[in-house]
């Protein structure tokens, strides 16, 4: 059975860290991107980062550029999400998703655009940001 389990979500003051992290299984991690989703209550959907496994390449949101860094361990079959200065703002759920192959993200007029949906989600974790 596929399962992408992510964890290390939680409460933490504005300027404080967490890092998330995404464990695979059931599918060939190597040839899956994953990428990183948050919801906000009343929010859309936003990608935050993408990392694509066959090559390293990552993707972040400008909303968090500079602040978050997706990195993957394949040994692990693990990709990891490091939250730095956080704010306010940063609080939703978290979801890890897998794209086959690439992350199909296109960057144009500051934002990224997904040309394609991912093929696995996992569950959600909580990130709450208190100012």
């Known amino acids: 059975d596929v399962q992408l389990q992510a964890s290390g979500g939680g409460l933490v003051q504005a300027g404080g860290s967490l890092r998330l992290s995404c464990a695979a299984s059931g599918f060939t991690f190597d040839e899956y991107a994953i990428a990183w989703f948050r919801q906000a209550p009343g929010k859309e959907r936003e990608g935050v980062s993408c990392?694509?496994?066959?090559?390293?390449?990552?993707m972040h949101a400008d909303s968090v550029k500079g602040r978050f860094t997706v990195s993957s361990d394949k040994a692990k079959s693990t990709v990891f999400l490091q939250m730095n200065n956080l704010e306010p703002e940063d609080t939703a759920v978290y979801y890890c998703?897998?794209?086959?192959?690439?992350?199909?993200?296109?960057?144009?007029?500051?934002?990224?655009?997904?040309?394609?949906?991912?093929?696995?989600w996992g569950q959600g974790t909580q990130v709450t940001v208190s100012s």
């Open positions: 990392i694509e496994n066959d090559d390293g390449r990552r």
């Open positions: 998703a897998a794209l086959p192959d690439r992350c199909g993200w296109v960057y144009y007029g500051g934002k990224f655009y997904h040309t394609k949906s991912p093929k696995y």
